[in-house]
């Protein structure tokens, strides 16, 4: 199984600011399979970025994904209050599916 | 427009039984691989494992095998989640979720119903 590890485990910024989030996996992701996901307080999540760089239907060009084999980041530039949520890793090559235990993005 | 609409909450006792669905429509139901993640209260996301509703072909976390089973009914295009015997543990929101990409196994969700919440208090 593939052990996703997040850091920082909270982020607190202000608005405008840009966060930086990190996913490392315990072993290399197949073919960048490698997905962001938003849960804001409440909600379902949403995906937000696929093959580890490709943003999904919808997505603003804000949320952006880079990284691969073992080490990857999504950044968010330009932080709005909105952005407050918990952010998740997953990888999707490897079963079992898994996912990383969150960042929270607290807006200042 | 894709939809997954999930059954309602379900307050259970500890060793009842529980089948909770997720409604699939706006697209073509036996052409993606459903879902189901849990989520206990206050944690992270936890995959349980897929299936594709076309052929019923399921696949499972180890950490939930052989405690759930998953299900489909493509002819009202609908997934199921189900247990025989409910532990306290089973407490959580349960998202189902359809695969992004069509017919495709790798995968990320990417369209999530909007959970269901299992309470077991004795």
């Known amino acids: 199984e593939i052990v996703l590890t997040q850091s920082p485990g909270t982020l607190s910024l202000s608005p405008g600011e840009r966060a930086t989030l990190s996913c490392r996996a315990s072993?290399?992701?197949?073919?960048?399979?490698l997905a962001w996901y938003q849960q804001k307080p409440g909600q379902a999540p949403r995906l937000l970025i696929y093959?580890?760089?490709s943003r999904a239907t919808g997505i603003p060009d804000r949320f952006s994904g880079s990284g691969s084999g073992t080490d990857f980041t999504l950044t968010i530039n330009r932080l709005e209050p909105e952005d407050l949520a918990v952010y998740y890793c997953?990888?999707?090559?490897?079963?079992?599916?898994?996912f990383g235990q969150g960042t929270k993005v607290e807006i200042k | 427009e894709v939809q997954l609409v999930q059954s309602g909450a379900e307050v259970k006792k500890p060793g009842e039984s529980l089948k909770i669905s997720c409604k699939g429509s706006?697209?073509?139901?036996?052409?993606?691989?459903i879902g189901w993640v849990r989520q206990m209260p206050g944690k992270g996301l936890e995959w349980m494992g897929i299936?594709?509703?076309?052929?019923?072909?399921?696949r499972y976390s180890p950490s939930f095998q052989g405690q759930v089973t998953i299900s489909a009914d493509k002819s009202i295009s609908t997934a199921y989640l189900q247990w025989s015997s409910l532990k306290a543990s089973d407490t959580a929101i349960y998202y189902c979720?359809?695969?992004?990409?069509?017919?495709?196994?790798?995968?990320?969700?990417?369209?999530w119903g909007q959970g269901t919440l299992v309470t077991v208090s004795s």
């Open positions: 979720a359809r695969h992004y990409g069509s017919g495709s196994y790798n995968s990320p969700l990417g369209y």
């Open positions: 706006g697209y073509s139901f036996t052409s993606y691989w």
């Open positions: 299936i594709y509703p076309a052929d019923s072909d399921t």
């Open positions: 072993q290399s992701v197949s073919s960048n399979y």
């Open positions: 093959g580890a760089s």
């Open positions: 997953q990888q999707y090559g490897g079963s079992p599916r898994t």
